[in-house]
């Protein structure tokens, strides 16, 4: 059974930073590239960032380019995003997702962890 | 960047009605990569369909998508009462990945 778990979410203050973390597992985590798609509270489906199995290709929303960062750790079945000068927009639900096998659509989503960036 | 317009916002519709929902592309979608999402509340989106028209494993075959090029359509047709949710349609033909607003189905 495909499982993604995030973490790391939590309340900060604008300009600071979070790091979120994915684990998953029930499948070869390295066949896939991986992704972080981000729903505000009562708002509709944003992609935030992507990248390939290898890391040899990453790619951001412009929301989010140069402040954020995705990274893997193929050998602990690990996707991460590195947020950094977080504004109040940045307020979401981020879900770790994995792309289905013929494209870059998602198959299976984790539950999504909470951001909340507010004075 | 592709625009993808959903339409209609909302969606009225009695148990064992179809529900037809649009999704337009301000630009053509490169090999027809266009899929279909459902979400309950509370909870994470589900893949519905891929590829425009191909269903995702364990979708009932009441759900089918159609459409090419800057026009899609997702059809349900038979309403269960388990179908009214929030539906959106996401592009992975060209980067950025986006996604339409949403149609939302509620019960009549």
């Known amino acids: 059974e495909v499982q993604l778990v995030e973490s790391g979410g939590g309340l900060v203050q604008p300009g600071m930073s979070l790091r979120l973390s994915c684990a998953a597992s029930?499948?070869?985590?390295?066949?896939?590239?991986m992704h972080w798609v981000r729903q505000a509270p009562g708002k509709g489906l944003e992609w935030v960032s992507g990248i390939r199995w290898n890391s040899d290709k990453v790619a951001y929303a412009d929301s989010v380019k140069g402040r954020f960062t995705i990274s893997r750790d193929n050998a602990k079945d690990s996707l991460y995003l590195q947020m950094n000068s977080l504004k109040p927009e940045d307020t979401a639900f981020y879900y770790c997702?994995?792309?289905?096998?013929?494209?870059?659509?998602?198959?299976?989503w984790g539950q999504g962890t909470l951001v909340t960036v507010s004075s | 960047e592709i625009v993808l317009t959903q339409s209609p916002g909302t969606l009225s519709l009695s148990p064992g009605e179809r529900a037809t929902l649009s999704c337009r592309a301000s630009q053509s979608v490169s090999s027809n990569s266009l899929a279909w999402y459902q979400q309950k509340p509370g909870q994470a989106p589900r893949l519905l369909i891929y590829?425009?028209?191909n269903r995702a494993t364990g979708i009932p075959d009441r759900f089918s998508g159609s459409g090419s090029g800057t026009d899609f359509t997702l059809t349900i047709s038979g309403l269960d009462p388990e179908d009214f949710a929030g539906y959106y349609c996401q592009q992975y033909g060209s980067s950025p990945l986006t996604f339409g607003g949403g149609t939302k189905v509620e019960i009549k």
């Open positions: 029930g499948f070869t985590f390295d066949d896939y590239a």
């Open positions: 590829g425009a028209s």
């Open positions: 997702v994995k792309t289905h096998v013929t494209g870059w659509c998602f198959d299976f």
